[in-house]
Nanobody, 123 residues
Framework: QVHLVESGGGLVQAGGSLRLSCAAS???????MAWFRQAPGKEREFVAA????????LYSESVKGRFTISRANPRNTVYLQMNSLKPDDTAVYYC?????????????????WGQGTQVTVSS
């Protein structure tokens, strides 16, 4: 099991930037890490994922070119750099982890979750 703690959320104007962090502890070796988000009244949606080495990444079409996922393994930390933010990016952002790569684009593919951090983008 992996314990995850997110930080870095907040309120930002449209066009601005934020960087989210996810500190991981426990069985992090070979874990795929990801960010999901959930807006009020909507399902949790995939944002980005990264492999253990950091060499492979996946992005949703809605954030590709604006968000960047990265990880620092010595510190077991995953980051999500969010640029050119839009009001539609407003959501609670969750960090997730899994050791399996069979379903990285859906929430059911992950068995460890953080508590979430709120990101609000004003127009």
């Amino acid at each position: 099991q992996v314990h995850l703690v997110e930080s870095g959320g907040g309120l930002v104007q449209a066009g601005g930037s934020l960087r989210l962090s996810c500190a991981a502890s426990g069985r992090t070796f070979n874990a795929y890490m990801a960010w999901f988000r959930q807006a009020p009244g909507k399902e949790r949606e995939f944002v980005a994922a990264i492999g253990w080495s950091g060499g492979s990444t996946l992005y949703s079409e809605s954030v590709k070119g604006r968000f960047t996922i990265s990880r620092a393994n010595p510190r077991n930390t995953v980051y999500l750099q969010m640029n050119s933010l839009k009001p539609d990016d407003t959501a609670v952002y969750y960090c997730a982890a899994t050791i399996f790569n069979t379903n990285l684009l859906q929430a059911v593919g992950y068995n460890s979750w953080g508590q979430g951090t709120q990101v609000t983008v004003s127009s």
